[in-house]
Structures are given as C-alpha cells and as structure tokens.
C-alpha cells in the first residue's frame, strides 16, 4: 500500500509539476509573444542567431517538442528555409534542459517560499482587468506549482529509495542498449523528454541508483533525445516535402549525437564518475548538467554541417512529385501554428495581404478588359474571383479557431481587425465581376466612349493604384500615422469620380455623348469609388487595433 501511495504521489507530482510548466510557457509565450515574431524574423542572420533564436524561444515555450512542431510549420507554409530550421532545431535541443535544471533544484530549500507565487499569481490574475498582468501572475503561479510538482515527486522518491526492492530493479538495469531503448520507448509514448528526465532527475536526488551507478543513466537520458522527435515526426504527418526534411533533420541530430556519446560512454566507463559526479556533488544536478553539456556538444560538432544535414534530407526525401501534390505557393495557415497564436495570426496577416493582392489584380484585370471592351479574360476573372472566396473563407475559419485559443484581447483586436478585412478584399473581387458585365453591355450594344475619357478613367484607377499601396503599406506596418496620406488619396479619387460624372453630363448635354453611354459610364466610375472606399476600410482597420492618427 505504501509502495502504491508513492506511485500516486509521485503521478500528482509531476501532473502538478507539468501543469506548472504548462502555465509557466503558455504565458510566458504571451507575454513574450512580440518578441518571439521578432526573434523568429531574424533566423536567416546566420547559424549561431539561429541556434540562440532556438533555445530562447524552447526556453520560453518549456518544449523543444512544441518549438520544433513550430519551426516544422514554419517550413511548411514557406516562410523559413530548411536550413535556418536546421540551426533553429540545435537550438531547441539546448532550450529544453532548463527544465532539468529546475527539477534539480528540489534539493534547494525554496518550497515555502516558491508556493506562495501560486497564491500571489491566482489573485493578479483574478483580481486584474489587464491581459499582461493576468499573464504575470499565471505564469507566477505556474512557477509555483513547478516547485509543488517538485517537492510531491521528491517525497514519493524518499518512499520508493526506502524500498529495497525498486532498488535492486533498478540496480538490475545495466544493459547500455536497453537503458536507451527504454529512455527512447518512454519518452515516445510520453511525448515529453522534460517530464521523463524530471523524473529520473527527481530518482537520482533521491538516492535511487540506475544501473549500480556510473553512466548507465545517462544512456537513458541519450534515449529520451531520440524519442523526443517523434512529436514532431508525427506532426509532419500531411505536409509537403521540406516540412518531412525538417523532421528528419531533426531526428538525424538526436540520432548521430546520441550514438556519439553512447560510443564515448562504452568506451569510458568511469566518465560520470571523473566529471559531472566530481563537479557537483547532488546527482540531480549532475543528470541536468550532463544533459546541456550533450546538447551544446551536438550542437558546435554539428553546425558546420548544416548544410549536409540538408543535402541528406533530401536524398531521404527526394525532390519526386507525388499525384495530386497541391502546385503553387504554400499556404500560409498550418495546424502547427495554432499553438502559438501570436505567430499564427502573424502568417494570417500576411495571408490577408496577400489575398489583397490578388484581388487588386483581378480588379487591374477587369478594368483593362473594359477600357478594350475584351470579354477573353472575363472567363479568368470569375475564376479568380472564386478562387478569393474559397481562400477568404479558408482565413475565416482558421480565425474562428485562433480566436478559440486562450489569445490577449490585443489578438482579439487584431482578428477581429483581419475579419473586417476579409469582407473588404470580397467586395474588391465583386467589383471586378461588377466590370467584367459592363464589358459584356459595351460589347454587345457596341458602345464607345468619348475622346479622352479612357484617358481619364486611366487616371482614375491609377489613384486607386497609389491608394492601395498606401492602404497595404499602413497595413503592413500597423502605422495609423499613415493614414492621413490614405485619406488624402481617398478624397482624389472621390473628386475624379465627381469631375467624370459632371463632364459626361456636359457631354451628353451638348450633345457629345450618346444617353445610352450613361448607365455602364455612371456604373463603372462609380464601382471604382467604391473600390477607393473599400481600400479606406483596409486601412482604417489598424485604428480598431492601434488607436487613431
């Protein structure tokens, strides 16, 4: 019964401890989550920003697993190379041992103190209106429950060193081979290396002896490296070709530093007992110690080798097309993001941007075809057009589910903001159709236009051109100090609008225009105001986020 009781206290240990660490990453990340697009924009600096930019955000975050399904989406939607990823994924191996560094820290005699950051970080969050502050004091009272975890396991770890026979179990388990394979077993049904080495972490500072000690240990520590790709292996699952190389790079990484230090470890048996067990005297803080040491190793023998690491992922993944693999630019949504929301409304920023695109060129498209009375693109046009709506509504639904996760009212802000957008790049694409019809009425009762009124609407959709880019550029920077420009654009081309309308009523009044001109004339100027309104809206969406001029 004793032996069952420690079982338990030791499983609420470390759900406690994982449900800390949970608390402590999640905010940590909001809190951080600026800095972690800024970080993740500056990956293609070199090798070494890359490695830091890796174990920064592992280290904010609290797993490598959820850094490297990160970096696998990155890949996937096309906004990072294979080789920043590889540099990145080094890092993450570094990151993710802090957590072994804190579970050795049990030995410390920090409860008391470190529990009342649950209390004090309950009530911030309870008591504040404000979204950073409730951050603040959920990730304090993650750290608190961190310490909680640790101290349950330390004491069902006291029970179980009591018991002579887990004892002499884990004496039994000298087997090098069998201590990875069950490091790499565990840890891949775990789906967490730092849960698995905070446990045998937490063992070892107990007394409990691995192995009649020496470096039997550490070969299950090599083996929770290798069973913590499998996260990210099965998140590859459905991604193209350099997402399924970034995987594969990752699990060449573990693999061959794995195998390295296992050789080293066979071939110098007293290596724990000569190094981390004379450097520091709690077994604890010499798995933690050993732990880092190994991945910073791995990670200066092999960055010079990035570019190989590369080379052999595509040979394991070759370049072959396989039937039915979608063409054309990746999308910029991905299931992997979602567990970052900050990065995931990011990509849909950018996707909104470029679906914006598109529908201003069908719009360029449309208005030449009209001005040349051309029906030949009409087909093309409304091909487009759909193609924008089924993107939209693709945009629409991944925000319904960004928007489902636990995001800061500033990402609430800025959803709502994209959502807003989305209905104005749809009216965009209408007013195209709205154009390919009036080409049909000019074609079919073969109406012309006045001398130099091409010329005029020319001039008219140009400001529209000017308007955009200052639209998509106040957009792109999220600066309302820009929209006076937009503004002053706007009012221009709701003036032309004004002077063709007056001078075709001049026209037609004496006696220069055809009546039957008015109606698609009064119609098309008119749908390119709208237009000019509609690339307003866009812009005027960043004071929903960021305030006025």
Known sequence: MEIFLAIVALLAGLGTFLLGFKLLGDNMEKLASGGLKRMFGKTAKSRLAGVGIGAAATAIVQSSSVTTVMVVGFVNVGVMSLYQATAIIMGCNIGTTITGHITSMQSIPLIEVATL?????????????????????????????VFVGLELMGDSMAQFADDQTLGNFLAMATNPFLMLLAGLAITAVVQSSSAVTSVVISMAANGLVFGGGGNSVLFLILGTNIGTCVTALLSSIGTNRNARRACIIHLMFNTFGAIIFFIVLLCWPSFMEMTFAAWFPDAGQQIAMFHTFFNVVCTLIFLPFTKVFVKLSGILIPEKKKKGEEKGAPSLMDERLLGTPAIAIEQLSSARLQLADIAMENLRTAFDACIR?????????????????????????????????????????????????????VRLAELADNLTKYTHREVKYDLTFSSGVNEQL?????????????????????????????????????????????????????????????NVFINLVSNLERAGDHLSYLAHSVEEVYGGK
Do not use: W
Not at 124 to 131: A, V
Not at 395 to 422: C, F, K, P
């Open 117 to 145: 950051f649950t209390l004090v970080g309950i009530f911030m969050d309870m008591f504040s209106k404000g979204d950073k502050v409730k951050s603040a004091g959920l990730l304090l009272a993650g750290l608190g429950l």
């Open 373 to 425: 009375r051309d029906e030949s693109v009409t087909e093309g046009i409304l091909k487009t057009n759909e193609e924008i709506l089924t993107k939209s509504r693709e945009i629409t639904d991944y925000l319904v589910r960004v928007s489902g996760e636990d995001i800061s009212m500033h990402d609430e802000q800025i959803v709502s903001a994209l959502h807003h957008n989305l209905g104005d790049i």
């Open 458 to 518: 020319e001039e008219m959709f140009k400001k529209i051109e000017s308007l955009y880019a200052a639209a998509r550029g106040t957009l792109e920077e999220s600066d309302p100090g820009r929209l006076a420009g937009v503004d002053a654009l706007e009012d221009e081309v709701d003036a032309m609008r004004k002077k063709l309308i007056d001078d075709h009523i001049e026209r037609l009044n004496g006696g220069y225009c055809k009546p039957e001109n008015s």
